[in-house]
């Protein structure tokens, strides 16, 4: 339950929050059920974010984006039909770290370079966007380095990102049912136990928004989003 409460902080401004779910859940479940149990309670925060946020996406950027995106769906997909369970959950792994050096990065060195309008700025970003979304569904802190990265206002970049992530992990369930066949009766069942509690924290994560400060809040995140990504490599 506190892991759907995270989901929904995420989508209510708590950006990145959700990276300390992900290899716990995958440690637990394995690789491919965890993303499958993940994805509905996303989905719920997904939709969440649309309905506020829906005015301020940018459609220019999502135009350039999704295509790549879906690209490195593709590219996931076959991923994960081509690995067992443990090395999926290693991939898992290997992309939280690499979020959590974004993260990092952006924490110590205030980052503002800003990224070319360009066709290979905007693939690169949306095709590793849809690749680590659909292993892992860590693709948070890549696309907020992304979007960040285009100097975008703060409304717009919170819109566009909801957009993408609700299209992205739409795209995913015919994946998860009919290709890797892991999303299940039981998986949509413990979802949907979990579905109220995204709710929960999308209403009072709001308001926490703007009382908790946010630097000690992320520096607790990062240190508990590396100690689940190295707990997976013992798993």
Do not use: Q
């Not at 994946?175 to 892991?182: G, K």
């Amino acid at each position: 339950m506190g892991g759907a409460y995270l989901i929904g902080l995420n989508k209510a401004g708590f950006r990145g929050v959700n990276i300390v779910l992900i290899p716990f859940v995958a440690s637990l479940l394995g690789g491919k059920t965890s993303s499958s149990v993940l994805l509905p309670l996303l989905l719920t925060g997904d939709f969440y974010a649309l309905i506020v946020y829906r005015k301020k996406a940018e459609l220019s950027y999502l135009r350039k984006m999704l295509p790549p995106a879906v690209a490195g769906l593709a590219a996931g997909m076959v991923i994960g039909r081509m690995v067992d369970d443990r090395v999926f959950t290693l991939l898992i792994a290997v992309f939280v770290l690499v979020c959590l050096i974004l993260m990092v990065y952006r924490e110590v060195f205030h980052s503002g370079w800003v990224l070319p309008d360009h066709w290979l700025a905007h693939g690169t970003g949306g095709f590793l966007g849809g690749l680590t979304t659909m292993v892992g569904n860590a693709a948070g802190p890549i696309m907020s380095a992304y979007l960040l990265a285009l100097n975008l206002p703060k409304e717009i970049f919170i819109g566009t990102g909801a957009v993408f992530f609700l299209v992205v992990n739409l795209l995913k369930i015919p994946v998860h049912t009919l290709v890797w066949h892991s999303l299940t009766r039981d998986t949509l069942a413990l979802s949907a136990c979990l579905m109220p509690v995204v709710l929960l924290g999308t209403f009072t994560g709001l308001p926490l928004v703007r009382r908790v400060p946010e630097k000690p809040f992320r520096l607790i995140i990062i240190i508990a989003a590396a100690a689940g990504a190295v707990r997976l490599f013992f798993s």
